[in-house]
């Protein structure tokens, strides 16, 4: 035969077999498909891909045998792979499809035509490590886990019926273990998961499972497997001579359990050498074991069937108190453990955390944990900072779905163990968060240790004492602030606010010195306690939560009644006089109580005037009582005033008169309490303030902007360019020329100092004065004196330099004085911005409140404060805001058109960007008011901006900014829009 007829025929041979092999269909692509999810590494994506497989590969599918035994010997190598989440998805379907495959209780597959002895020797054959050259160790361990995960397929699919198909498998995986102790943790965990699956009358498989632990009893996974199938089925046969009493959990094995846990087998008893060797993995474990968690929830279980107190506090002699104390905090959390071993404990404590019952917090929080936990919490650069930090936000999520564990974490954390600055030591806010999360009991267990916490701090000094009290005094005020309810919150306010009182403005010192020899509560904690009840009571007012001012009411009847009993002694030493003010007002506070209760026919709005009075004479009261001298006079202020205003007496103008004074009093104070008084006194009573009121509010922003008006107004005659340098640099050029009159001002005040003084000492000592010379001529003088004549000098000139020291303290105690006035009348006017803010807002309507405007306009150009102009253009800007429509206020023509040529005379002056922005809005409202009187208005106001638009063309710089007309011409023609 030629060459070409063979070649010929090799051809037609060739495409004879190719047309033989199996076409790739789209079953082959679907099933392709299928198993690159099954390697996917979100969990819902692999077991999709398992039903789609399943569904398939079903018996009364249309699928062929070939396709079913493919399937499977795929399936059991994917175990084998290590790419993403490969093994956990077909060990998924793997055990799915075996369990579909073979049914309920039976030994042979139709479906596939295979015992389940053929799956396991399929198992291990596709499990075995083969193929061309050097197989690396990396294959040896894949296909190792995959023949271990195979096995677990098998056992959980529920197909292996017959004990002796049973010992194929454990055969194998103690095989294993003993001879990779790496894989023997997940043989381990497989044979636990099996015992807690089978039935109670699979007896057979359990005695097979425990009776192969010989070799590795004396090891975690033997332990967890003693345990596990002690628990499942107790009257199994274990083997002899292994464990005391055959219990793991033995106290006098505890010691053994320890070193077997931590893996320390050359410390275990009755393990040589050798075997020590063999059982050491060798590889380090950043993952805990999981049979910590069997034995922690078989110590559990064994005291909860021993019987736990009533009061939930386990004895010490107790299996989980020893085996924690002795295993876990001796163990994991000694001062010697290696970083591995604290790791685990970490695990564990998070674990126990988690899942264990409420009686185990009382045991739980050991010294050495405690001490790992706020040591790693507090500095970052150790090694276990994130294991700590999760620890406590494992302990919060706890605590976030039981509130009742609140109090014994709590007590727990602040113990000897802890600490009460845990917080502050470990940056954190974990007791802050406990508390909030407390449910209404727990709080009320916890706000009683705090109290008796207070009094007794048991620190080791003075400023540690005061140190305690005032962080707890801190997590007290937090507490009331973030309970979770209105309603607690409420009860928790009260509850917190009469202790802070009590400890305020009583002097415990007699009661509590047989007690504790740290007992006394200095000035210093009795003013921080003040504070923080002001604080707790301001929160108050601002939660809403107590509308009716129960609160600061129960506060004063609280004093009061420790008053009436023999308890301590109130720490206010007062006269007659204040004594008799304070029962008066404690009198009118009473009245006024009666008359807010819901059962009172007293009109509403009389009765929210009544509340107001309420809560200023709660407040007052509390305030004479930490020995304020002003509040008696204010006492007798508000005397006048609620019984006038209360009385609709004819001298009820004086009486509005006096409680607008006691307003602004309150108002410039830097207690945010005081000032939310006065806030909250000007609302009730914002619907009955006089225009003379008001004008009096003005007269405050005056005080100091009158010399700056008529300053400005005289300087409008010069010529534009100096007034537009003027402008542009008023900030500075004021604050440099304050600044160098006040230096000025200063030499001289010293010059005539050092003259008053030195004419003294020439008084005095009989000399002539000293005069201030140049430097020769105090080298002549001094050389031409001899010693006799120096010291004759010194007493004077002692004197002399002791009067000018005086002299420059008392000039600096009134600096201070200065500045600290003017701070106090910065605040007052943030005060009357405040209460001006208010009165707006609640009477956009009223013509008083138009007659803000000009006055606020002229404050905004003129202030020197910024703060002070930015709240009053605020005002400008809410007032323009809410007075539309119904609340627009009815003018006159004429009182309208003099507000616009008003407004626009200011803008013409000019002033900051701040300033034209507000100029131009009251100039639109000023013309808003006028054409919805009349219509016809338009004109007037369109001659008003013309005349103004003139006077910026004579201008050579036009003070007043384009949008100033713009504004007006778009509002004008698009007010319809």
Known sequence: MSRKRRREVEEEVDDDTARAKR????????????????????????????????????????????????AIIRLIKGLCSSRKAARPGFFVALTEFLRQQFGERSRRSESLEMTVDDVIELVKQCTQPGGDGKVTNQEKRDHLLGRLFGFKAIMLSSIVVDVSSFIKILDQMYENALKHPWIRQESGKVLCETLETLGFDQVEFATEIVRRLDKLAKTPEGVAIWLTARSKFPRIQFPEKVWRRNDPLYYKERSNLGNILKENFKDTSNVTEVNARKLQSGAAKPTMNFSWEVVIRNVIQNDEADGVPEDGHPPEDSKFHGFWTEVVDQGLFSTTSTDE???????????????????????????????????????SNRYHHQAARNSLQTLQ??????????YAVVKALISENGSMELDQITKTKTLETLLSVADAEAAGKIIFDFHKRFLFPEAENEQSTANVRRIIADLMVSAARSSPSSAIQKEWAQRISGIFASLAFFNFDNVLSKGSPMSSIPEKTRTMLETRLNSLLSYVMSAKFDPQYDIPCSVVYSIKKIKKTDGPPLVLNADKDVLKSLKRAHKKLEEINKLTLPKSKVAEEKKAQLLAFKLAYSLVILEIYGGNAEAVSISQDLDTACSSISGEEESASEAWAILLELILSFGSRRSQLARKLAEELFTTFVSHWSPENIKSLLEVLEEEAEDAFEKQDEGSGLDEESEEGSRSSSGSSSEADSDSNISEDEDMENEDELATLNASLAKSSGIAALAVPSDSDSERSLSDQDDEQMLAQEPAMANFMRAIINAQDERKAKQAEKKEAKQMMSNLKNRVLDLLFIYVKKQPSSTTALELVMPLLRFVRDARNPQHAEKAAGVLRKYFDDAKGKNLPFVEQEAGMRLLRNVHEAALKGGSKRFESVCGRASLFAARILMARDEASYERVEEVYAETRMECRKALKPKVPLHFFVDWINSSVYRGN
């Not at 999520?397 to 609140?406: D, I, M, Q, W």
């Open 341 to 379: 071993r604290k790791s685990w404990g970490f695990q564990l404590f998070q674990d126990v955390i988690s899942t264990g019952p409420a009686w185990i917090f009382h045991v739980i929080f050991s010294p050495n944990l405690m001490r790992s936990l706020i040591n790693h919490s507090k500095d």
């Open 23 to 70: 076409q790739f269909t789209g079953e082959d692509a679907q099933l392709a498909k299928i198993y690159q999810n099954l390697a996917n590494e979100i969990r819902e994506t692999r077991n999709q891909a398992a039903k789609d497989l399943l569904g398939i590969l079903s018996p009364q599918g249309q699928t062929d045998l070939d396709t079913r035994k493919k």
């Open 397 to 406: 999520y706890r605590v976030k779905r039981e509130g009742c564990l609140a």
